[in-house]
């Protein structure tokens, strides 16, 4: 099944849920999608632009 979307992140954050199971998601999105997938540590800090 081929997916279209009008808007594609410039990244994306998985922030939720246990660490084995945000690798999975964060490999499966990478894969699917062929998009930049972070999944920060705890204390991480990062600058965005609205």
Same mark, same amino acid.
């Given at each position: 099944?081929?997916?279209?979307?009008?808007? +594609? /992140? #410039?990244?994306?954050?998985? +922030?939720?849920? #246990?660490?084995? /199971?945000? %690798? /999975?998601?964060?490999?499966? +999105?990478?894969?699917?999608?062929?998009? %930049?997938?972070?999944?920060?540590?705890?204390?991480?800090?990062?600058?965005?632009?609205?």
């Amino acid at each position: 099944m081929k997916q279209y979307f009008k808007n +594609i /992140a #410039e990244k994306v954050y998985l +922030i939720h849920g #246990e660490p084995s /199971a945000l %690798n /999975a998601f964060r490999v499966k +999105i990478e894969d699917t999608y062929q998009w %930049n997938v972070v999944v920060p540590k705890l204390t991480s800090v990062e600058k965005i632009r609205i």
